[in-house]
C-alpha cells in the first residue's frame, strides 16, 4: 500500500477518481433525500419497452425499444440536442413473447461522433413512441486514451419483483437517473428467476416475476440516457434462453474486441448435459480505461458431477478454454492503463450460501491472469451483499456489488480477507457487518456503486461509513443505498 498524501487542492479531494494512478474511496451515507416520483406516462399506448442505450462505445450507440406487433417497421430519429429529429435510421425487429404476448424488440445501431451530446425519439410506422414525452439525451464514450474525468455505475442481481413490486430497486432506478453516471455495467443475475423475456417484461404486464427490468420504474427510467453493459450470471445462464443477448446488444463492442456474444452448445464439462448456452465476453474503452465484462457463470439446474463453480471454470477459465485465451491476448494487447473486470462469482465472499469462488483464485486461473496483467479493479455479484475486499497478492481489490434488487442476504462470518462488508438476514431481520458499523436498515444494504476516474489524482483516502479510512492505490468508489441520496459531504468530512 502507498502511503496517504495530501491533495495539493483541497477542493479537489472529495471528487478525485479513478485515475493512472488510483486511490479507493467507498462510501456509506444513513443521511438520504426520498428518490423523484416517477412522472405519469405519456407515451404512445404501441410502446412496451421504453427506448434504452446499449453498445455506447467510441462514436456508436444502439437504441432499443418495444412494441406491439400493430407495426411491422420502426425507425430512430436523433440529432444534437435541440434537433432531435434531423437523422433517421430504419430498426431491426426480433420477435419476442412477454407472459404470453407476442411483441417486437427493436434495435437501431447508430454512427456518431464521440464525446457528443444527442437527443432522440423512436417511431412505429409513423407514430412517435414517446408522445408527449421529452426527447431522451446522452452523451456518447470518450475516445479511447482521452484523461477527461467521467463516472459510471456498477450494480448487480437485480430485476427481481413480487405481486407488489420492488420499492428498494425504484429507489435504486431513480437514483442511478440523477447520479450523473455516464453508462453502466452489471455483475450479473439480470431479471429473477430465469432471466426469461417474461422475467425482463414490459411497461404493461406486471406481477410476481413478471417486469422486473422493464417495468415503468426499473430500467426504464435511467435507460434511455445511461447505455448498459450486462454481465451474465447463472439466473439467465440456462439452456437456450438468448434473451439476455437479445435485449443487451453489444455488436460493436464484441467486434472491436473480438470476444464473443452468442448462443454455443457446451459439452459435456463434470459430465453435464449438452445444451445451448450463451457465451458472452468482450472489452471496450472508456476513456484511458479498458473495462472487461467477462462470463463466469453457470447454470445452477445442469451441474453433473461438478458444482456451478467448478463447471464455470471447467467451461470458461481453463488454460485453453476460448474465453481464458481471448482475454490472455487482449490483456497483452492493452498492456499499460487503467484496467478493470465485471463478472457474476465472487473472488471473495463471506456470504455461505455464495462464497468465495476459489476455482477463480490462484496463479493459474482468472485471479492470477488479471493481476499479473494490470488488472486493478474487479467487480463481482452472486452475493446479494456489499464487501470490499484486501488488495489480493495478485494486486487485485475485488468487490462485490449484489445488492441491485434481488433479495439482500447477511454478511455470515467474517474472514481475514473481508475490508468492509455489509448484509442483512432476512430471517431474522437485522443487519450484519464485517469490519464496518452494522445496517440499521435493510435500504442500506440495497446500492450500487459509482466509481469516478480524473486526470488530475494526486492522492485519495478511501472512506465508508463513520470515516473509516483505508489507504490504497486504485480507483475512487462511492457506494449509494437503495433510498438515498447523500446529503452534503457523503463520502466524509
Not at 426499473?218 to 445511461?226: K, Y
Not at 488454460?319 to 484496467?339: F, I, M, Q, T
Not at 485471479?367 to 489480493?392: D, I, P, W
Not at 431481520?429 to 452494522?438: D, E, F, R, S, Y
Request: neutral net charge; glycine residues 12%.
Amino acid at each position: 500500500m502507498q502511503p496517504y498524501r495530501r491533495a495539493r487542492n483541497p477542493s479537489r479531494a472529495r471528487i478525485a477518481v479513478i485515475g493512472l494512478s488510483l486511490g479507493l474511496l467507498t462510501s456509506v451515507s444513513t443521511s438520504f433525500i426520498p428518490a423523484p416520483a416517477p412522472v405519469a406516462a405519456a407515451y404512445a399506448p404501441e410502446l412496451r419497452r421504453y427506448p434504452y442505450l446499449t453498445d455506447v462505445i467510441q462514436g456508436y450507440a444502439t437504441v432499443n425499444w418495444g412494441t406491439d406487433t400493430s407495426g411491422t417497421s420502426a425507425s430512430v430519429t436523433w440529432g444534437p440536442i435541440g434537433s432531435c429529429t434531423a437523422n433517421s435510421l430504419a430498426a431491426t425487429s426480433t420477435g419476442i413473447t412477454v407472459g404470453s404476448t407476442a411483441e417486437y424488440q427493436w434495435k437501431a445501431m447508430l454512427t456518431l461522433a464521440p464525446d457528443t451530446a444527442y437527443c432522440y425519439r423512436v417511431y412505429l410506422g409513423g407514430t412517435d413512441l414517446l408522445g408527449s414525452d421529452p426527447s431522451p439525451q446522452f452523451r456518447t464514450q470518450l475516445p479511447a486514451g482521452s484523461t477527461q474525468s467521467f463516472s459510471f455505475a456498477v450494480f448487480g442481481d437485480w430485476g427481481n419483483v413480487d405481486a407488489t413490486g420492488n420499492s428498494h430497486q425504484t429507489n435504486l432506478n431513480q437514483q442511478i437517473a440523477s447520479s450523473a453516471a455516464r453508462f453502466a455495467v452489471t455483475t450479473g443475475d439480470t431479471a429473477y428467476s430465469t432471466g426469461s423475456q417474461t422475467n425482463y417484461g414490459d411497461l404493461v404486464q406486471s406481477g410476481a416475476g413478471v417486469s422486473g427490468i422493464f417495468g415503468p420504474t426499473f430500467w426504464t427510467v435511467p435507460g434511455r440516457s445511461i447505455p448498459l453493459f450486462n454481465a451474465t450470471g447463472n439466473h439467465g445462464f440456462s439452456n437456450n434462453n438468448n434473451a439476455g443477448l437479445i435485449n443487451w446488444p453489444q455488436d460493436r463492442a464484441v467486434a472491436a474486441s473480438s470476444g464473443r456474444y452468442l448462443m454455443e452448445t457446451n459439452c459435456c464439462v463434470n459430465g453435464t448435459a449438452s445444451g445451448g448456452y450463451p457465451s458472452t465476453w468482450y472489452a471496450f474503452d472508456a476513456g484511458a480505461a479498458r473495462i472487461y465484462v467477462l462470463e463466469a457463470a453457470w447454470s445452477e439446474s445442469n451441474l453433473g458431477t461438478g458444482s456451478q463453480y467448478s463447471d464455470d471454470y471447467a467451461a470458461h477459465w481453463t488454460a485453453s478454454s476460448a474465453e481464458y485465451l481471448w482475454l490472455r491476448n487482449d490483456l497483452a494487447a492493452h498492456p499499460g492503463g487503467v484496467k478493470m473486470a465485471f463478472f457474476h462469482y465472487p473472488f471473495y465472499s463471506d456470504n455461505a450460501g455464495q462464497s468465495t469462488d476459489t476455482f477463480l483464485l490462484g496463479s493459474q486461473s482468472l485471479e492470477g491472469l488479471l493481476g499479473q496483467n494490470g488488472v486493478k479493479l474487479a467487480f463481482n455479484g452472486h452475493a446479494h451483499l456489499y464487501e470490499r475486499n484486501k488488495t489480493s497478492s495478485f494486486g487485485v481489490t475485488s468487490y462485490v456489488s449484489g445488492g441491485g434488487g434481488g433479495a439482500v442476504g447477511a454478511i455470515d462470518h467474517c474472514s481475514p480477507f473481508d475490508a468492509y462488508g455489509i448484509g442483512w438476514s432476512s430471517s431474522s431481520n437485522v443487519g450484519k457487518a464485517c469490519n464496518a458499523p452494522v445496517p440499521s436498515s435493510v435500504t442500506q444494504v440495497y446500492h450500487f456503486l459509482l466509481p469516478w476516474r480524473a486526470p488530475d489524482w494526486l492522492g485519495q483516502r478511501r472512506h465508508d461509513q463513520l470515516q473509516r479510512h483505508h489507504r490504497q492505490p486504485g480507483h475512487a468508489v462511492q457506494l449509494h443505498g437503495s433510498g438515498p441520496r447523500c446529503r452534503g459531504q457523503c463520502v466524509g468530512q
